[in-house]
């Protein structure tokens, strides 16, 4: 696969050399000096950061972890068996759902869904979504619920503000659980747990923070989307892994991250965000992207938006100066 977006053209021999490097310092220097745990959804960001932790430091000191819910595909655990067997590195597959159950997460997922739809069933997947593509809609960001009864038409429901938080805030246990898995794991052989987060879900706050947030490292932070995608291919990950729609993969039906998150497919944030990083003006911008300026200025302004909001989960916790403690003689 070649990067479309000439902007976005990179070595990947070069990039490869020097996460490796960057992997292999920040063991050296932790106490915790072992290897890497890497939690892998079948997804190209697990995958891709698997693949440079082995090339750091050899497939025997990377271990990955499958960690399935009630909700994950099976295509999801699939993939993630396929990319450890291609790395040779070794696997533990731990089930979710009891945890969960016990957790109260599948009932109150439930109890707030029937809020929505009193005819849901728990069998039914859904999903959540945004409106349509940025570029054509100048739709507020309203959530809508979209259910699928086996035997009957979908449903769609616009999502009540407080109902959206409660759906959130159960399904980011999910993510929570998973973190601290990973670092009984990690702990336990004194290893590293190494983060998936890309450049995009870094700049747009898209990630849960304390779950796929909570990491010692983040080797792929900096490399936009469509550059993981060709690492993948670079390391001779399969296309169906390294070309696979990204997905939340919590709710049961299929859904996109452009679908629930960014209403805008992955390679125009790509485009967007290294035009950003280069300082571009929005006339160059659209000219290079074959867009009007007013669309331009729109997306800007939801991708401005979407990072100000988020900046907090990009921080340490605030808190108050030493300075501030008065001397008590």
């Known amino acids: 696969m070649l990067i479309s977006d000439r902007r976005l053209n990179f070595d990947a021999d070069s990039c490869v050399?020097?996460?490796a490097s960057f992997l292999s310092t920040q063991l050296r220097d932790s106490s915790r000096n072992g290897g890497f745990v890497v939690g892998l959804s079948g997804g190209?960001?697990?995958?891709?950061?698997a693949a440079l932790a082995c090339r750091a430091v050899g497939a025997g000191r990377v271990f990955g972890l499958l960690l399935p819910e009630r909700h994950s595909s099976p295509e999801s655990i699939e993939y993630a068996e396929e990319t450890a067997e291609t790395l040779g590195i070794s696997t533990e597959q731990i089930e979710l759902t009891p945890v969960l159950e016990s957790l109260g997460v599948y009932e109150g997922l439930r109890a707030a869904l029937c809020e929505v739809?009193?005819?849901y069933r728990s069998s039914w997947?859904?999903?959540?979504v945004l409106p349509s593509d940025l570029r054509e809609s100048r739709a507020w960001n309203v959530y809508h619920l979209e259910l699928f009864p086996p035997d009957g038409e979908p449903r769609r429901h616009r999502l009540p503000a407080q109902i959206l938080r409660r759906l959130q805030a159960l399904t980011n246990v999910k993510l929570r659980l998973r973190m601290t898995l990973l670092y009984r794991e990690a702990e336990s052989r004194g290893y590293l747990v190494a983060g998936t987060t890309n450049r995009c879900e870094l700049d747009q706050g898209f990630f849960v923070q304390y779950g796929d947030g909570g990491v010692d490292l983040e080797p792929i932070a900096h490399l936009y989307k469509s550059q993981v995608r060709q690492l993948a291919l670079h390391f001779g990950l399969?296309?169906?892994i390294a070309l696979r729609p990204a997905t939340p993969d919590t709710w049961?039906?299929?859904?996109t991250d452009d679908e629930f998150f960014f209403r805008l497919p992955y390679e125009l944030v790509d485009s967007l965000l290294v035009r950003e990083d280069l300082g571009l003006d929005d006339q160059?911008?659209?000219?290079e992207l074959d867009l009007d300026v007013d669309q331009i200025v729109r997306l800007r302004a939801e991708l401005a938006r979407r990072r100000k909001v988020?900046?907090?989960?990009?921080?340490?916790p605030p808190c108050l100066p030493t300075n501030t403690l008065e001397e008590v003689n």
């Open 117 to 119: 739809d009193p005819d």
């Open 17 to 19: 050399r020097e996460i």
């Open 44 to 49: 190209v960001d697990s995958a891709t950061t």
């Open 310 to 316: 988020s900046a907090a989960m990009r921080c340490i």
């Open 252 to 255: 049961g039906a299929d859904v």
């Open 125 to 128: 997947p859904y999903r959540i």
């Open 238 to 240: 399969s296309e169906r």
């Open 284 to 287: 160059t911008i659209a000219t």
